[in-house]
């Protein structure tokens, strides 16, 4: 039932690949018949095989790529391709399907020189066999001409890369080549093999008749392309200029849209440019000047000799204007002047007067509040301003100067203030008002931690001189977990502690219930007070607090010495009951011997 599953997936396939070269293949490259007059090649040392190959292979030349199409039982196909010296210059590696389009390029995208190049078309089958297949392809001014080739023909580097890179059991030249755009008519060459219907026919290229007598023009070309002679021969071809028929141009690419000129290059190319040979102090490359409204005047090269390459405005007291979109009644670009710049409006009373649109108003670059600095200004505005000493973004309601206060101060010694004047001596104050006063959020899941920070935390605090890193004056909340350092390489005079001793001071300290003073006392509490944990342990910074590692280090110390004793009372217990699990053997044992006295009682006494 797998064998006829298989055949059947098999026989599919082919016809789809026979199928697809066949749509791919243009109309004058005919499909050849399978024949045996294949030149087969087999490897050194074995029998020339008597079955031919299933598989079809061919080649079509354009002025752009060459089509290599394998027809039969593909799943396959790889292309190498080497010079006249015998280096690969190109490897497609094999790849999933039955056609490759070789683009007359190296392995790194270079167009090749001309010359003689060995192709070799190696096609695997879905049983893992392999079909080899060569010919040659001559690059000669922009055109390609394709070759049916013996071994013998070939140059010797291109021969020994042939026989180096043979793997199936016998080479053979490619089924056929044939030439697209075009009806080309086969030439066989004298010392290569000619045979029909299917056999290697010579040579055929993928170029068309050269003019004679250089009245008439011809070549193949493309429908909207721009011709252009393609060699000193009088042969026309294409061009990179296109013309649609509604008269749109595009150069290096098609026309776009309602683009009337559309220039594309490649990166790191110039798609449009000026040039002028002269010195330095010659009149620009391109100058446009209006001398009055709605004329282009002459431009004054006496004022602005050499200075720029490209120079656009207007003389004497007229304003300038850019436009788009027909809008030359109110410029996109307007310079008054008096030297204002209006962006989308024509009334600047700034240095620059930017009209976005936006709902947050016009933005003028000048002077604030009699600062140096940038407003945004509409029903509500937004300043950036400087004074000197402090530089301020405030925010406030109406069109007026915000107060300093409404938002935040930068000053020049560095430190910042938000939200109202400065009450203490920090780099960062920040005055919440009736709100929060500082939301840190990190959306970061790295737990990645140094000596001294986390890399990823919302929040950091670090005190290099080994005092507070924080200090919080009522509640702190926290949803999540928190963790203490308890990393062994920031730790010092490590010694060992004794978990019975701790197990017995943590007895002698009172646990009481209370409430903070700042609290009152509704709110209640449980635990130690600082003073008799540090006098029962010594640990901490000082007598007023008690730290979470400290706690957690005793609770912990006690739970192993609880944790021991358990331990030595079930050892005890054991100790008992193997005691006692042997006493009661050696009673049973007594009692045996208690039953057997007893039953030889009884048997004496019934003998009397």
């Given at each position: 039932m797998m064998t006829t599953r298989r055949s059947l997936s098999t026989l599919l396939l082919a016809l789809c690949s026979f199928n697809i070269a066949i749509a791919q293949t243009p109309p004058e490259t005919q499909l050849p018949r399978v024949t045996e007059?294949?030149?087969?090649?087999?490897?050194?040392?074995?029998?020339?095989?008597?079955q031919f190959s299933t598989v079809i292979v061919t080649a079509t030349a354009s002025s752009q790529r060459v089509r290599y199409v394998a027809m039969g039982e593909v799943n396959q196909i790889r292309l190498q391709v080497f010079s006249v010296d015998g280096r690969e210059v190109f490897d497609s590696a094999l790849r999933l399907g039955n056609l490759i389009d070789w683009q007359l390029m190296d392995q790194q995208g270079a167009s090749l020189a001309d010359g003689s190049y060995l192709f070799l078309v190696t096609v695997k089958d879905f049983s893992a066999n392999l079909t080899q297949k060569y010919g040659t392809a001559v690059l000669e001014s922009e055109q390609v001409y394709l070759e049916q080739t013996s071994r013998g023909e070939l140059p010797a580097p291109q021969?020994?890369?042939?026989?180096?890179?043979?793997?199936?059991e016998a080479l053979s030249a490619v089924d056929r080549i044939g030439a697209a755009g075009s009806n080309p008519t086969s030439t066989a060459s004298t010392d290569a093999p000619t045979v029909r219907d299917g056999a290697p026919t010579g040579k055929e290229t993928a170029t068309s008749p050269t003019v004679t007598g250089g009245e008439n023009a011809t070549g193949a070309g493309s429908q909207n392309k721009i011709a252009k002679w393609t060699d000193n021969a009088g042969t026309l071809g294409d061009s990179t200029i296109t013309e649609s028929s509604d008269g749109k141009i595009g150069v290096g690419a098609d026309p776009v849209g309602s683009i009337k000129l559309n220039i594309s290059s490649a990166f790191g190319t110039i798609p449009f440019g000026f040039t002028q040979n002269a010195p330095a102090s010659a009149f620009p490359t391109l100058a446009l000047f209006s001398t009055s409204d709605g004329a282009v005047g002459q431009y004054a090269a006496t004022t602005h000799n050499g200075a720029v390459t490209?120079?656009?405005?207007?003389?004497?007291?007229?304003?300038f204007g850019l436009f788009a979109n027909n809008s030359y009644n109110a410029p996109n670009l307007f310079i008054k002047n008096d030297g204002n710049v209006g962006i989308g409006t024509t009334t600047p009373s700034s240095k620059l007067v930017v009209e976005t649109g936006g709902s947050g108003g016009v933005v003028h670059l000048g002077t604030p509040n009699g600062e140096t600095g940038m407003g945004i200004i509409g029903a509500n505005r937004a300043d950036i301003r400087f004074d000197g000493s402090q530089l301020k973004l405030?925010?406030?309601?109406?069109?007026?100067?915000?107060?300093?206060?409404?938002?935040?101060t930068v000053k020049t010694s560095g430190d910042v203030t938000i939200g109202g004047p400065q009450l203490a001596s920090s780099r960062l104050h920040v005055n919440g008002g009736n709100g929060t006063g500082v939301?840190?959020?990190?959306?970061?899941?790295s737990l990645e931690e140094t000596e001294f920070y986390l890399t990823s935390a919302a929040v950091r605090g670090y005190n290099r001189m080994g005092g507070w890193a924080g200090f919080f004056t009522g509640p702190v909340k926290v949803t999540g977990t928190f963790s203490n350092n308890s990393d062994r390489n920031t730790k010092a005079n490590i010694t060992s502690?004794?978990?019975?001793?701790?197990?017995?001071?943590?007895?002698t300290v009172p646990i009481q219930a209370w409430n903070y003073t700042a609290e009152g006392a509704s709110i209640r509490h449980v635990g130690p007070m600082a003073q008799d944990f540090r006098?029962?342990?010594?640990?901490?910074?000082?007598?007023?607090?008690?730290?979470?590692v400290d706690a957690d280090g005793v609770a912990l110390a006690s739970i192993q010495a609880l944790y021991q004793l358990m331990l030595e009372k079930e050892k005890k217990n054991e100790r008992q009951s193997s005691q006692i699990h042997q006493q009661g053997r050696q009673i049973a044992q007594l009692q045996a011997q208690l039953n057997q006295v007893k039953r030889s009682v009884r048997r004496r006494a019934a003998k009397r």
């Open positions: 007059q294949t030149i087969d090649t087999p490897l050194p040392g074995k029998e020339p095989s008597t021969a020994t890369a042939l026989e180096a890179n043979q793997q199936a490209f120079l656009m405005g207007a003389t004497a007291s007229r304003n405030v925010a406030g309601l109406g069109p007026g100067p915000p107060p300093s206060t409404n938002g935040i939301f840190a959020q990190s959306d970061s899941t502690i004794d978990p019975r001793t701790i197990l017995r001071k943590l007895t006098a029962a342990f010594g640990l901490g910074i000082d007598e007023k607090g008690i730290s979470t």
